[in-house]
């Protein structure tokens, strides 16, 4: 793959690049190896090929496209650095084998819903201990802040100033951090949740924010079944056409109800979209797009802006033909 490196010294490389650009790569790092020794085991030799590329992403066959699609990019992000030093490098195009991401419809929920997912989470056993709290925060805090669920169970005691209404966010995806305020009636929960971890005793025993039930750190295997469990206990089931709910779906909502409230207060969107992109943590606007799904509502509110927009057009085209 280069004239001058073995290829996985060259792979080494590149991702030592790749992560000084603030790249995390954990699923990459494996693909790539494995990649690097595919092609030792087929005695590859000389620069990198598309066909050898697609034949190694195309494994196992019967799996899903868009996991043969995600191969094979992580061999074109590898195969673009080795065309540095190597341009008979083959880059294989973008969509060779189909799309990386293939977004499905989010499950958007009703306040209502949120509701009723927070209240179910006081229901959850055993009695008297922490666990229900625990949950009844991580829950509503996900749900009024947009906070993917790993920067809510990273979260240090000295992350949370409830003094100053605001959490620090530490190097999360892409290694950014970010402040972000919290609307005062999240404030009340919080303080609330610190005082029940000090009454049983759990207040120093971890620093992280949210505990389990014995003062260890909560693991996401734990949290995503009990979610699942109070889904089930609430009847929230598939429906045609969308998964079911999810706790990343919390984070969807979040967007699209600060969209449609925006919409509500005349705001102009297009710039105070720039600022939620900010608060969620995204690199790009157009990340935060991805979170935007129609609702019935938007789409009434998109169908008064048109209707507004079309009288005054015509309005102006009737003053013009005067």
Not at 90 to 96: A, D, E, S
Request: net charge positive; proline share 5%; hydrophobic share 35%.
């Amino acid at each position: 793959m280069s004239a001058t490196k073995h290829p996985r010294a060259l792979a080494q490389a590149y991702l030592v690049y790749r992560r000084s650009l603030g790249f995390q790569l954990n699923y990459d790092e494996k693909a790539l190896l494995n990649f690097v020794e595919f092609a030792d085991h087929w005695k590859h030799r000389g620069p990198l090929t598309v066909e050898l590329a697609v034949r190694w992403a195309k494994l196992p066959e019967d799996a899903s496209g868009c996991y043969q699609a995600r191969r094979l990019a992580v061999v074109r992000g590898f195969a673009r650095y080795c065309a540095v030093f190597d341009p008979k490098t083959q880059v294989p195009p973008r969509g060779l084998v189909g799309s990386v991401y293939r977004r499905g419809k989010p499950y958007i929920y009703s306040p209502k819903q949120i509701e009723e997912l927070v209240h179910a989470a006081t229901k959850l056993g055993p009695k008297g201990s922490l666990r229900p709290r625990t949950y009844t925060t991580l829950l509503g805090l996900l749900a009024c802040t947009g906070l993917r669920i790993s920067e809510a169970m990273n979260l240090r005691w000295q992350d949370v100033d409830l003094e100053q209404g605001v959490l620090q966010i530490r190097q999360t995806k892409f290694r950014k951090s970010r402040l972000v305020p919290l609307h005062p009636s999240v404030v009340g929960p919080l303080r609330l949740y610190v005082r029940c971890r000090r009454t049983q005793g759990l207040g120093g025993c971890s620093a992280n924010f949210f505990i389990g039930s014995t003062g260890r750190p909560l693991a996401y295997s734990t949290v995503s079944a009990t979610f699942r469990g109070i889904c089930r206990r609430l009847g929230w089931h598939d429906c045609p056409g969308q998964h079911g709910p999810r706790i990343h779906d919390l984070r969807h909502t979040f967007a699209v109800r600060c969209l449609l409230g925006w919409y509500e207060q005349g705001v102009n969107v297009a710039h105070a979209v720039a600022a939620l992109s900010t608060y969620l943590g995204h690199g790009k606007v157009t990340d935060t797009y991805w979170y935007l799904t129609s609702t019935s509502e938007l789409m009434a509110m998109a169908a008064r802006g048109f209707e507004r927009f079309a009288a005054t057009d015509q309005e102006g085209g009737s003053d013009e033909s005067q």
